[in-house]
């Protein structure tokens, strides 16, 4: 049974000295240093939360970016216990085959077939090599060399040589230097670059 007199729990009487010397006890109470901890981490608590709490709709406006995101990342993973397509295998009929060796040997290049027929350039070459047709030499064709390095010397641009013979400019150019043609500097290029 608790004294009316006595303090409330967790409280303590402070006695006042008077200037008279005697002591008297005080109706004020004091908070116990416990009591003074709870409420200074009550205090910090409320304001990590104020301070680290996310405004309102915020919070509900990145969870919906993030489902956007993830949704975005499942319909573009591939599933993984599933098989990859194969590749649509061209198969060219008999017409198709002597078609293509005949545009080989008027002069199409085995790049240009593979284009026109939607097929590797290795299927061409192994279509041409079935059909024993004469397989030609990379590069530019003996035969235009000259024709080329007139062009070249004359002012013809690699480029447009290249374009002629159906091969790349670097291809003109290693040809060109191979019979001695030293090969010009580009335009707004240093010498000797």
């Given at each position: 049974m608790a004294r009316e007199d006595a303090p409330p729990f967790g409280s303590v009487?402070?006695?006042?000295?008077?200037d008279n010397g005697g002591d008297r006890s005080s109706d004020r109470t004091r908070d116990t240093a416990?009591?003074?901890?709870?409420r200074c981490v009550s205090d910090n608590r409320a304001e990590a939360r104020r301070r680290y709490s996310?405004?309102?709709g915020e919070a509900s406006d990145q969870v919906g970016r993030l489902r956007q995101l993830l949704q975005l990342v499942a319909a573009n993973t591939p599933d993984m216990g599933a098989e990859a397509p194969k590749q649509l295998q061209r198969r060219l009929r008999a017409h198709q085959?002597?078609?293509l060796v005949a545009l080989y040997d008027?002069?199409?290049?085995?790049?240009?077939?593979?284009k026109r027929y939607g097929c590797h350039r290795d299927t061409v070459s192994k279509l041409l090599d079935r059909a024993g047709a004469s397989c030609r030499q990379r590069g530019v064709p003996p035969d235009r060399v000259q024709n080329a390095i007139r062009a070249y010397v004359d002012g013809a641009s690699l480029a447009t040589i290249g374009a002629e013979l159906s091969v790349d400019p670097m291809t003109v150019a290693r040809m060109l230097r191979a019979n001695g043609v030293q090969i010009r500097?580009?335009?707004g290029?240093?010498?000797g670059a």
């Open positions: 009487a402070i006695r006042h000295q008077h416990d009591e003074q901890a709870e996310n405004p309102p085959v002597s078609e008027t002069g199409s290049n085995v790049s240009e077939l593979a500097p580009r335009p290029w240093p010498r």
